[in-house]
């Protein structure tokens, strides 16, 4: 199974993450701010992230940003309680998902994990584009 980190300064709510990945046979690393976060993320090797967004310090959108920078295909889930009230989307925090905490967080998370983690691998665009040239040259 895979290796999620969990990102949450509210103690409660990692430990709910966590035991409910660990139940699916995840293995699950938490850190209680971004900075903490970022440093587990760079000393060991995760499959998915899963953030909350309002953390004092950095919020989880720098987070995000961060792990773009090495990591841009890394599957990575924003979830927090202001989802609305912030107009958090994909677009604007880079995140793969978005989710609402609340009464269904944790069927959607279970869903937006095996949904994120065993989707099928996209090629490159370079490489797709370049797969078709050849094709188009080999009928002609």
Do not use: W
């Amino acid at each position: 199974m895979a290796r999620i980190l969990c990102i949450d300064d509210n103690q409660h709510g990692c430990f709910v993450r966590q035991s409910v990945l660990e139940g699916q046979g995840h293995t699950v690393a938490t850190a209680r701010s971004g900075k903490e976060g970022l440093e587990k993320f760079h000393a060991e090797k995760f499959d998915l992230v899963v953030v909350d967004y309002l953390m004092p310090g950095m919020n989880g959108g720098e987070v995000i940003a961060k792990i773009r920078e090495t990591h841009p295909r890394l599957p990575i889930i924003l979830h927090s309680g202001f989802t609305d009230r912030l107009a958090l989307d994909r677009k604007i925090t880079q995140a793969d998902a978005v989710l609402q905490k609340g009464a269904r967080e944790v069927k959607e998370l279970l869903e937006t994990v095996s949904r994120l983690l065993y989707r099928p691998a996209r090629k490159p665009a370079a490489r797709v584009q370049a797969h078709k040239r050849k094709g188009r040259a080999a009928s002609h």
